[in-house]
Structures are given as C-alpha cells and as structure tokens.
C-alpha cells in the first residue's frame, strides 16, 4: 500500500512536472507571440507620430524660408545686399543650412560653399506653377548628402526667383534619428529606389538603404526585406524582424505622403520590451517550484492573477513610454493621476514657479498660484473636446511676472478605456516668443521713417474696410515736393533725415495710422471721419507742420480720398487719392486736394 501510494505520488509528480514542463513552454510561447505583436502594434503606430513629426520639421522649414522671400521682397529693388548679409550671417551660424537667393536666371545672391548645380528651369517651373514649397530629390555632392528646398519670391503677383535652403543630410539625421525612441533606435527617411533622405549615426552604408539592409539576417520570412520592398513599391506600410550582431531588431515603414519618401522606424527589441527576460526568468523559478508543490495548480492561478495586475499596470507604463518619446523635450514634466487627483510634478516646477512639489500636489493650489481662472478653462475645454492639450499662454513665474509658456500633455486611459492618468509638459516659450513678436514688428515696420511698411498699412486699410464697411474713412496720399533735388543737393544723408523727420510727423497724427508706399510717398488713413474728425483741418496741420519743421526747402503735396463718398472699395480709394495726389502737384505743390471737390479750390 505504501509503495503503491509512493508509485502515484511519483506518478503523479511527474505528471505534474510534465504538465508545468508543458505549461511553461506554452506560456513561453504565448507571451514570446503577445509581447511580439504588442510590439508590432506600437512600432506602426509610431509611424504616424513620425510622419507627423517629418511633415511638421518641413513646414516649420517652409516657415523660416517664408520668412527670408517675406523678407526679401521688402529689399527687392531697394536694397538686396541687405538680405544677402542677413543670409550669409545665417549661413554662418548654422553650418549644416546653407540659404541663398536666386533670380529668373539661376545666379545665387549669397557665398555659399555648396555646388548649385540645380536644373534651375525645372525649379523655377515648379515654383512658377505650384506658388509653393519645392523639394529637391537626395543629392551627393562634395562628399556629402543633402536636400534643397525652394520658396518663390513673389513680387506684385509675379515670380522674380526664389529662395533656397540647402539642408544637409546628417542635419536632417540629427533630428530626425532619435526623435522616436531615444538611445535604442532611430528614425529614417528613405526614397523608393533606397536612397537616404536622413540616416541614422553610425550607419555603414550611408547613400543606399537597401544595401544596408542586405547586410542582416531574417529570421522571420514573413517580415523580411523581400516583402519591405514589396510593400515600399506598392506604397504600402509594413514591418521588419532583422537581427544584427545577434541582436534582434524590429523595423517599421510607411510612406509620408511627400514625393516618394518612406519613414523607417527601427528599435532594439530587446529595449523595447525590457522586461521580457524578466518576466521570462521569474516564470522559470516558479516552474521549478511548481515541481515541488503539490498545490502548484494554486500558485499557477495565483500567479496568473498577479500578471493580469501587471499587464495592465505595463499597458499603461508602455503608454506612458509611447507619450514621453513623442514629446521628448527639455521641460517641467506633470503627471495627474485621474483616479487619485494626485499631482506629480518634476523639480524644476519650484525653481520656475517658487511652489515646492509638496504643495504642488494639490492641483487646486497648483493652478491658481500660476494661471487665471480664464486660461484654466481654455485647458479644461480643450482635454474635454480632444482628449489633450496644447496651448500657448502666460504664467506666474517664481517673481510673479507673467511669463510665456506653452503647455503640452495627452490623457493616458486604462485597458477599460477611462483616463488614468494626465501627463504632460511645459515648456519656458517666453525668449521665443518675445523674438517672434520683435520680428514681426521688425517686418512689418519701414526701418527708416518708423511708420507701417506698405504690405502691412495695406493690410490694415483692407481689414478695416471689410470690418467698418458702413463706415467713412480717409486716405491723405502724401509726396515730398523737390525731395530729388534735396537728395542732389545736400546728399542721400539729408534726404534720409527729411524722409525720418516726416515720419515722424505722420506717427504724432494719432487720429490715423501712417505708412510708407516707398521712395518718398506716404499714406494717413483715417478711421471713422464722421466722429469729429476734420480731414482739412489735419491736412492744413500737416502742411504747416511740415513747412516749420524741415530745414531744407522741400513741402508736401497732399491728395484724399474719402471712402463712403467718392470711393466705395479699396482700388478706388487707393485710385481716387492718386488722382487728388496728382492734381495737388499740378496746382503748384505745396497744397491738398481732395477727389470730388472743386479741383479749383484747396488748402
């Protein structure tokens, strides 16, 4: 009886040793199959954030070459050596970019070291016919990789050349090449017959994507690099298993939707997952214990319990992980937990902000020490309706000034679908900020005289004519009478001084807002004339003012156009204050007409 209790126990020792055996290799299996796709999914994912992330570098790219044809078309015909200087001194602050400007003929108005060996005709067809952004297919020249961008300079609605960005390809690697992933992986850009529009650091073969490829194994038919060419060819996403130097890697690609390019995104599997092996040693030593424990059926459920628990709690760690690397830069990190409304901030919260992470994690006094109770509503309206938030405003600091900063965060939600938690960054803006806000002032103001340049007083006539079209508004065009002989007489100097102390005198009208049409023709435009304003009454000051003013003998000539009288839309108001303009110079100089009055009479 005894011996034949010990047989079944033994029997039954081993059944259970086999079963766990089995169990265990099932297990390996199975979670090797759930980790593998789990990985798939979110390494396509990535794809999206990654083209996002491609499409937003070019259009902020397309920006900075906006501003530069912007910029140029101001200088135009005036001054181009002032934005040749402004770009070369671009040029040299920034090795890797290298931007020029370009006439009808393809000569290039700035020094640069790269050969422009452009099919300029093509360019300049695009451009001509597009009015957009044209972008060049990867080159090597002068042992190096790079890609041209080009802006039409638009002048009087006509192409007068372009502007050019030369971007080099370890440039583009730079940024591209980790912004995904950081430290195990990277992200490319390659075109259909494998050439590199951006690399990654380290990479052997840099001009062929393809030809690097070769050089791994796969150990997966089904994801090899047969089927990626396949699949690049056909304009279709997909995944790749390949392994290097006995290491296995996982690669994604999917077309971006500009010319031919693909995004590749590539990751070490083994950082990808690192709890993998983990995971895997634990579930060897509770087999072997499961061995010997005749209850191992109750640890197996026990243990079972324990990885639900775990896999949801790595659900939400991986979506954490996902929403860092998308986001991945130099900030305050926040992270509110939905279901305990606890704030977890990072420490440089209380250097920005002078509140310790302490008090900090009451996210009632968090918020109304640093934001108004109006941007706190912006925030709420925004996660409610889309789920994150981005949002550029003002903050208390620790001085308690207010201070640009821009907030950026996504809810993470649970396997269940309901927030788990809000994690995001802020961002210090206010330098940026500032300088944007200085460059556009700097624009859109004529350097010389201080008033509005002409593509910005244009703006505001035409805003104010469509917003106040029931309105009467007034358009003074204003010329300086014997200005060349000023010029020819006394110097450009002089004439530059005249030019500025007009200005001068326009900008203390603050009934209107003055610009300059260039040369020496000014505009006042004056809102609202019917609210007490005498239009005559101003252009007689403005005479006289100008006659005690100038110490050389130069005037003024004064036409107007009244809007709502003798002009009903913008060309002829624009029309009408010319022809007043010229029939006050035909008068003598020195005078006013406005259009529509007897042209006998004036001031």
Same mark, same amino acid.
């Given at each position: 009886?005894?011996?034949?209790?010990?047989?079944?126990?033994?029997?039954?020792?081993?059944?259970?040793?086999?079963?766990?055996?089995?169990?265990?290799?099932?297990?390996?299996?199975?979670?090797?199959?759930?980790?593998?796709?789990?990985?798939?999914?979110?390494?396509?994912?990535?794809? #999206?954030?990654?083209?996002?992330?491609?499409?937003?570098?070019?259009?902020?790219?397309?920006?900075?070459?906006?501003? *530069?044809?912007?910029?140029?078309?101001?200088?135009?015909?005036?001054?181009?050596?002032?934005?040749?200087?402004?770009? #070369?001194?671009?040029?040299?602050?920034?090795?890797?970019?290298?931007?020029?400007?370009?006439?009808?003929?393809?000569?290039?108005?700035?020094?640069? #070291?790269?050969?422009?060996?452009?099919?300029?005709?093509?360019?300049?067809?695009?451009?001509?016919?597009?009015?957009?952004?044209?972008?060049?297919?990867?080159?090597?020249?002068?042992?190096?990789?790079?890609?041209?961008?080009?802006?039409?300079?638009?002048?009087?609605?006509?192409?007068?050349?372009?502007?050019?960005?030369?971007?080099? %390809?370890? !440039?583009?690697?730079?940024?591209?090449?980790?912004?995904?992933?950081?430290?195990?992986?990277?992200?490319?850009?390659?075109?259909?017959?494998?050439?590199?529009?951006?690399?990654?650091?380290?990479?052997?073969?840099?001009?062929?994507?393809?030809?690097?490829?070769?050089?791994?194994?796969?150990?997966?038919?089904?994801?090899?690099?047969?089927?990626?060419?396949?699949?690049?060819?056909?304009?279709?996403?997909?995944?790749?298993?390949?392994?290097?130097?006995?290491?296995?890697?996982?690669?994604?690609?999917?077309?971006?939707? $500009?010319?031919?390019?693909?995004?590749?995104?590539?990751?070490?599997?083994?950082?990808?997952?690192?709890?993998?092996?983990? $995971?895997?040693?634990?579930?060897?030593?509770?087999?072997?214990? !499961?061995?010997?424990?005749?209850?191992?059926?109750?640890?197996?459920?026990?243990?079972?319990?324990?990885?639900?628990?775990?896999?949801?709690?790595?659900?939400? %760690?991986?979506?954490?992980?996902?929403?860092?690397?998308?986001?991945?830069?130099?900030?305050?990190?926040?992270? !509110?937990?939905?279901?305990?409304?606890?704030?977890?901030?990072?420490?440089?919260?209380?250097?920005?902000?002078?509140?310790?992470?302490?008090?900090?994690?009451?996210?009632?006094?968090?918020?109304?020490?640093?934001?108004?109770?109006?941007?706190?509503?912006?925030?709420?309206?925004?996660?409610?309706?889309?789920?994150? $938030?981005?949002?550029?405003?003002?903050?208390?600091?620790?001085?308690?000034?207010?201070?640009?900063?821009?907030?950026?965060?996504?809810?993470?939600?649970?396997?269940?679908?309901?927030?788990?938690?809000?994690?995001?960054?802020?961002?210090?803006?206010?330098?940026?900020?500032?300088?944007?806000?200085?460059?556009?002032?700097?624009?859109?103001?004529?350097?010389?005289?201080?008033?509005?340049?002409?593509?910005?007083?244009?703006?505001? *006539?035409?805003?104010?004519?469509?917003?106040?079209?029931? %309105?009467?508004?007034?358009?003074?065009?204003?010329?300086?009478?014997?200005?060349?002989?000023?010029?020819?007489?006394?110097?450009?100097?002089?004439?530059?001084?005249?030019?500025?102390?007009?200005?001068?005198?326009?900008?203390?009208?603050?009934?209107?807002?003055?610009?300059?049409?260039?040369?020496?023709?000014?505009?006042?435009?004056?809102?609202?004339?019917?609210?007490?304003?005498? &239009?005559?009454?101003?252009?007689?000051?403005?005479?006289?003012?100008?006659?005690?003013?100038?110490?050389?003998?130069?005037?003024?000539?004064?036409?107007?156009? $009244?809007?709502? #009288?003798?002009?009903?839309?913008?060309?002829?108001?624009?029309?009408?204050?010319?022809?007043?303009? !010229?029939?006050?110079?035909?008068?003598?100089?020195? &005078?006013?007409?406005?259009?529509?009055?007897?042209?006998?009479?004036?001031?």
């Amino acid at each position: 009886m005894k011996k034949f209790f010990q047989l079944m126990l033994m029997i039954a020792m081993i059944a259970a040793c086999a079963y766990v055996s089995v169990s265990f290799v099932w297990f390996q299996h199975g979670l090797s199959d759930t980790l593998f796709e789990e990985n798939k999914d979110r390494l396509l994912k990535t794809n #999206e954030q990654s083209i996002h992330f491609v499409k937003q570098t070019l259009q902020d790219f397309e920006s900075q070459l906006q501003l *530069i044809a912007d910029f140029s078309t101001l200088y135009h015909e005036n001054d181009r050596e002032a934005v040749v200087m402004m770009l #070369e001194e671009m040029n040299a602050k920034n090795k890797a970019i290298d931007y020029a400007l370009f006439d009808l003929d393809g000569v290039v108005y700035t020094t640069t #070291e790269v050969q422009l060996d452009m099919d300029w005709e093509k360019v300049l067809s695009y451009l001509e016919e597009k009015r957009g952004l044209y972008i060049s297919e990867a080159r090597h020249l002068q042992n190096r990789d790079e890609i041209v961008l080009a802006l039409p300079v638009i002048v009087d609605g006509k192409v007068q050349g372009g502007v050019l960005g030369v971007y080099q %390809s370890d !440039y583009l690697t730079s940024i591209f090449s980790e912004a995904f992933y950081s430290g195990i992986g990277a992200t490319l850009i390659v075109q259909k017959d494998g050439a590199l529009v951006s690399g990654y650091q380290g990479m052997a073969v840099r001009s062929d994507f393809f030809k690097e490829m070769q050089k791994f194994t796969y150990p997966n038919k089904a994801y090899d690099q047969n089927t990626m060419k396949t699949d690049i060819k056909q304009n279709k996403s997909g995944f790749v298993v390949f392994e290097k130097d006995q290491t296995r890697h996982y690669l994604s690609y999917a077309p971006i939707g $500009i010319k031919d390019w693909i995004v590749v995104n590539i990751v070490n599997a083994e950082a990808l997952s690192p709890h993998y092996f983990q $995971i895997m040693e634990r579930s060897i030593l509770l087999s072997v214990s !499961y061995a010997f424990i005749f209850l191992g059926i109750l640890c197996m459920l026990f243990y079972i319990v324990r990885k639900m628990k775990k896999a949801e709690e790595e659900h939400v %760690s991986a979506r954490r992980f996902e929403m860092l690397a998308s986001l991945q830069k130099s900030a305050i990190i926040f992270e !509110y937990d939905c279901k305990r409304h606890y704030l977890h901030v990072s420490d440089n919260y209380e250097y920005c902000f002078g509140i310790s992470s302490t008090i900090a994690k009451d996210i009632h006094e968090a918020l109304k020490t640093i934001v108004d109770l109006e941007n706190i509503q912006r925030m709420k309206e925004q996660i409610q309706k889309e789920g994150r $938030i981005q949002l550029q405003l003002q903050l208390w600091d620790r001085e308690h000034c207010a201070h640009w900063f821009e907030v950026e965060g996504g809810i993470i939600y649970d396997q269940r679908k309901q927030p788990a938690s809000l994690i995001g960054f802020i961002y210090d803006i206010h330098s940026s900020y500032i300088e944007k806000e200085r460059l556009q002032i700097q624009v859109n103001t004529d350097q010389l005289t201080h008033t509005f340049a002409k593509a910005e007083i244009m703006r505001q *006539i035409e805003d104010t004519l469509i917003n106040f079209s029931a %309105s009467k508004h007034a358009l003074l065009f204003i010329d300086l009478d014997n200005f060349k002989q000023v010029n020819d007489t006394f110097g450009h100097i002089a004439g530059d001084e005249v030019l500025a102390n007009l200005g001068n005198v326009l900008n203390e009208e603050l009934e209107g807002i003055a610009g300059r049409f260039g040369g020496d023709e000014f505009v006042l435009f004056i809102k609202n004339i019917e609210e007490g304003i005498d &239009v005559k009454d101003l252009a007689s000051r403005l005479l006289k003012k100008v006659e005690g003013l100038m110490a050389y003998p130069i005037g003024i000539s004064i036409g107007v156009s $009244i809007y709502g #009288e003798d002009a009903h839309n913008l060309d002829e108001l624009l029309l009408h204050a010319d022809q007043a303009l !010229y029939a006050s110079k035909h008068k003598g100089k020195g &005078v006013c007409i406005v259009y529509g009055e007897d042209k006998s009479s004036h001031i």
